[in-house]
């Protein structure tokens, strides 16, 4: 790559999976209630220790207005509030939050714009970013194909068995797809091109949100060209999968043993969030991975002065739960998706159309 202005060639869309079914068309979320997030915690409160949890509707409202609100109320700082997760703004959603040193009775007594306090219970630790199973989803898309209802079962069924691309979309990205290539700028410490593009310095959560869109883009292209190859529910020599009830991961070495396993949803091979101590895969997974990043320039060795060390992510999740009805001109989709997982991912399957963000992964998913 011989400038900055080459990084617009790293493609971050994706090709459908399902791209030989038509979608169904329609428009999401022309009402907050049409778009229904309910967080699963990945364990309950105990019932005792200092730090109390809390789980809050809100609708119409982003978790960080919803934390400045809270905090204010309870007359601490933002944050001393903890969260699992961020939730959609345009949305009616459920989370858990969690405080120190805070009876339950005064946070079931909050009294707060477009949201509610549904429970309170003590617990021993602090709820941490990541502390959760997944989310469950309920959709409403209005205005869709009068053709709506057959071809959704054609989707959402090779969705069901194959999996849905488990990528980044334009929330990750930005409309102009600008986010990663400023990534890509500040990990080249490129400081003339970022001058040019009216950077000068940047706090710090931007600055890891830039780094994080660079690291989503590498992984969208590495998924892509698996998606072009025929290899989502698939696995490779050398691949590094998933174990997606345990979450551990192993290397194949026998594709024709782990085969079976892939399609019957128990593992999934997994794509680089690259970084400088990635897990690395081998053969011909490594040299699909080492292709990727050699044609955006880059090293494994170049995340380290940013301190970026890499992580897996699987290249496909599976909807749970998965059910759907159509009444008219009203498409109505539920499922459940794993933490890290965008229902965008879904939706723009399902539509045929780049999906509007939504915000449910995005504290998960730090520039690592």
Known sequence: MSDAGDFVALEWQLPYLTAGLPGIGGRLRVTP????????PAYAPCGEGEHTFFAVEKWDLSTPLLVQEIAAALEISPHEVSYAGLKDARAVTQQVFSVQWVDPEVLLSLRLENARVLWAARHTNKLRVGHLRGNRFS???????????????????????????????????????????????LLRNDRAALRARGIQQLPYRQH?????????????????????????????????????????????????????????????????????????????????????????????????????????????????????????????????????????????????????????????????
């Not at 209630?33 to 699963?40: C, I, N, Q, T």
């Not at 830039?210 to 691949?239: I, K, T």
């Not at 080492?290 to 090293?299: K, S, T, Y």
Request: proline fraction near 5%; hydrophobic fraction near 45%.
């Open 139 to 185: 959709i409403r898309i209005r205005d869709v194909s009068s053709q709506a209802e057959a071809r959704a079962a054609a989707i959402l069924e090779l969705l069901a068995r194959r999996g849905v691309p488990n990528g980044y979309g334009v929330q990750r990205f930005g409309n102009d797809g600008r986010n990663a290539e400023i990534g890509w700028l």
């Open 208 to 368: 890891r949100f830039f780094l994080s869109a660079l690291q989503s883009a590498l992984f969208n292209r590495y998924l892509a060209e698996r998606l072009r190859r025929g290899l989502l529910d698939e696995v490779l020599p050398g691949d590094v999968a998933k174990k997606h009830a345990t979450g551990g991961m192993f290397t194949v070495e026998a594709v024709a043993v782990e085969r079976p396993r892939v399609q019957a949803g128990e593992i999934s091979a997994t794509g680089p969030i690259y970084g400088y101590k990635l897990w690395p895969a081998q053969g011909e997974a490594a040299a699909l991975e080492a292709a990727i990043l050699a044609a955006a320039g880059l090293q494994l060795e170049d995340f380290r002065p940013a301190k970026l060390k890499g992580s897996r992510r699987p290249v496909r999740y599976l909807p749970e739960e998965l059910t759907w009805r159509c009444d008219g001109d009203v498409f109505t989709v539920e499922f459940f998706a794993p933490k890290g997982a965008f229902a965008t991912m879904l939706l723009r399957e399902l539509l045929k159309a780049e999906a509007e963000p939504d915000e449910t992964a995005e504290a998960e998913e730090e520039a690592e």
């Open 33 to 40: 209630e049409d778009f229904r997030v309910e967080e699963v």
